[in-house]
């Protein structure tokens, strides 16, 4: 089925923690589009969790020394990370304040650099970036053989 009516768009978790490298390499490679949900993190991250991976990204070093170098906030600098890798992003948010700070990221770029030490963030923790429905009920059926 998927040769005949292929996917327009696969909607993913996708972050510095969890980049998912390889699907995003063959959905661009198949002209599918990848959609990030949770670019700035997941939604199930407890503190112990955090602190296994190595600490909230807004507050990890390579996103604030860019933050710092570009005068944009935190948030902005995962979304434009997101973005650079050409996927697109839904931020989720109720305050209309970042709202527009979330659709203000088209007027920098992330250097190389700052591109591969966010991207350095995933190195060593695998699977366990995953942060995103890790609660969830159903994700028991994961462990069926």
């Known amino acids: 089925a ?10 993913i978790e996708c972050h510095p ?4 490298n390889e699907l995003i ?7 599918i589009v990848v ?21 909230k990204l807004l507050e990890s070093t390579p996103v604030l020394e860019a933050s710092k ?4 906030k935190p948030a902005q600098i995962l979304l434009r990370w ?5 996927c697109s992003i839904v931020p989720k948010t109720c305050d209309p304040n970042r709202m ?14 700052e ?4 991207a350095n963030l995933s190195e060593g923790v695998g699977d366990e970036g995953q942060l995103c429905w890790r609660t969830e009920k159903l994700r028991m059926l994961d462990k069926i053989p």
């Open 2 to 11: 998927a040769t005949l009516w292929p996917p327009a768009v696969n909607q």
């Open 17 to 20: 923690y969890y980049p998912q």
């Open 25 to 31: 390499e063959y959905c661009h490679k198949e002209g």
């Open 35 to 55: 959609q990030a949900y949770a670019a700035l993190g997941g939604q199930d991250g407890t503190k112990a969790k955090w602190k296994q991976i190595g600490g």
């Open 69 to 72: 170098r570009l005068n944009k």
């Open 82 to 86: 997101s973005i650079q890798r050409n």
């Open 100 to 113: 527009k700070e979330n659709s203000n990221i088209f007027d920098f770029e992330l250097s190389e650099k």
């Open 115 to 118: 591109m591969k030490d966010i």
